[in-house]
């Protein structure tokens, strides 16, 4: 099986909203299906109205960061033909959720962006995919041919496959016709985006909870998950070599969730959360926590775009963080200096630390080039890197002596390193 | 709201010519490879210092600029 194939199982805890409508795993919901099971496309009426029922809703861009989607509709400039840019540029290696989005349930996608899109006067809706994942494309490119009378155009954009390339900037310095690499910040997208207009740049999950929220109102989206963060979160789970996309609301045990998906923690190693950007977390940490960003946050996690990957208990973490950090360092735009200079280092540390018996002086040198590298760049990939490393050395002091004294015999690769993501030439 | 003196790093402009750290030294030192690592705030008598570094810079990647400050509530 392609490991980028459209066909990727999915679950529900609750009830589907966004996955309501699939009941086999080879389903897709087409547009007669799509209005059957949501009914026809509303609109929110006024930009006023839109930025009031998003605040309302209390929708979070489902992207990673968290921010508020009513938020950023505040603070789009007052100027004409603004943007709205859907960026499925899925480029975490463990994620597949935009596959199940785009690839299943596009109608939903496409009606969010189209509804923002409407109510701010947008002259357009960019779709921002990307070349390493081919059936998705096909699959937008089928939907968008299945609709007819849509308010707004909407188009879409092939960015290459590269990890940074589907950072916000990136993706906008793409569209714009420049290349995919992050540009420095300010100027921020709702002020200056795509050829310098105002844009609305969001998660394709973030458009597809729009397109119910536009249908059913904010006291429905509200009706679950926590207060802080409401509604429903697709979730990522892997063992790095079957993926299951789950819809739960937020507030569930992760553990409900790993075992939906078929898994459990009691079984993993270690558990990465959040992607190779993420933070590695042992399986009794694990079982007591539960989809609350503001909660993981606390405990110094995050799970990104929604990703919980369980680490089989003949893998190494060590082993697997050098095989990562070296794959991410080769994904540097190649702009910043701590990030183009850092990460080879910090990986070739990593690998040493992995592979052979090293003195706590080398533990010590990759920490601080780990710290030195975080916050340093136009983009957060150095900081991605630092927290993935810094996590794995904390995780367990047992097993990093175990490493020290060249004792670990876990020589297995679990998760998956991408061979279609190609490291930018210099 | 009290006005603070900040020095940003453009890092694409940035080529770790060093030229900073010597010029502002107690507001920016090098890391491991040659680039800048600049304090969060720029104390007072080093501000001629820190806008001598921000003109030096062959890259103009370094640059000084005003924050404010939210001060927190007298009890």
Redesign the interface.
């Known amino acids: 099986m392609n490991a980028h194939s459209a066909f990727c199982s999915t679950g529900v805890l609750g009830s589907p909203r966004l996955l309501a409508g699939l009941n086999t795993p080879a389903d897709t919901v087409d547009f007669a299906m799509h209005e059957r099971v949501h009914g026809p496309l509303a609109r929110f009426g006024s930009r006023a109205n839109l930025e009031r029922v998003l605040l309302d809703s209390g929708l979070r861009g489902r992207g990673g960061a968290g921010f508020p989607l009513g938020r950023k509709i505040a603070s789009l400039a007052k100027r004409r033909n603004p943007v709205v840019v859907v960026n499925a540029s899925e480029g975490e290696p463990l994620s597949r959720k935009d596959v199940v989005l785009l690839g299943r349930v596009p109608h939903l996608v496409i009606d969010g962006a189209i509804a923002v899109a409407d109510a701010i006067d947008a002259s357009e809706v960019v779709i921002y995919l990307h070349e390493g994942r081919p059936e998705t494309v096909e699959a937008v490119r089928a939907a968008l041919a299945e609709r007819r009378g849509d308010l707004v155009p909407v188009r879409i954009v092939e960015g290459p496959a590269r990890y940074v390339a589907g950072e916000a900037s990136a993706a906008i310095s793409f569209i714009s016709g420049g290349e995919a690499l992050p ?2 910040k300010p100027p921020q997208p709702t002020d200056r985006g795509v050829r310098g207009r105002p844009t609305v740049l969001s998660n394709a999950e973030t458009f597809a909870h729009t397109a119910l929220i536009v249908r059913h109102g904010a006291p429905w989206f509200r009706s679950v998950g926590v207060e802080s963060d409401p509604g429903t979160v697709l979730l990522t789970v892997t063992d790095g070599t079957t993926h299951v996309v789950i819809e739960a609301p937020t507030g569930t045990p992760l553990s409900e969730v790993v075992a939906r998906a078929g898994g459990s923690f009691e079984r993993a190693a270690a558990v990465l959360l959040g992607g190779y950007a993420g933070t590695w977390a042992t399986p009794e940490q694990c079982a007591s926590l539960t989809l609350d960003r503001n909660a993981l946050s606390a405990s110094g996690l995050a799970l990104g775009v929604g990703q919980i990957a369980l680490l089989p208990s003949d893998a190494c973490y060590l082993s697997e963080t050098a095989r990562i950090s070296d794959w991410l360092a080769g994904q540097t735009a190649g ?5 183009v ?2 990460l080879p ?1 910090i990986a070739a540390g990593m690998r040493d630390i992995a592979t052979r018996p090293t003195t706590t002086k080398a533990a010590e040198t990759v920490w ?2 780990a710290d ?2 975080d916050g ?3 983009c957060a990939h150095p900081g991605g890197v630092s927290r993935l490393v810094r996590s794995a050395l904390a995780l367990s002091p047992e097993h990093l002596l175990h490493h020290q004294r060249g004792l670990c015999r876990a020589s297995r690769a679990a998760f998956p390193i991408p061979v279609e993501f190609a490291a930018v030439q210099h | 709201m009290a006005p603070q003196l900040h020095l940003v790093v453009d890092w694409i402009r940035c080529r770790g010519h060093g030229i900073c750290a010597e010029l502002a030294p107690e507001a920016i030192v090098l890391d491991d490879w040659g680039f800048p690592m600049v304090k969060a705030a720029v104390p007072h008598d080093g501000e001629r210092d820190a806008q001598r570094a921000c003109d030096a810079c062959p890259s103009s990647a370094l640059t000084l600029v005003e924050v404010d400050v939210p001060v927190s509530p007298k009890r």
């Open positions: 540009t420095k702009q910043c200096g701590p990030c200079h850092g280092d601080r080039w030195q590298v340093r760049g136009a």
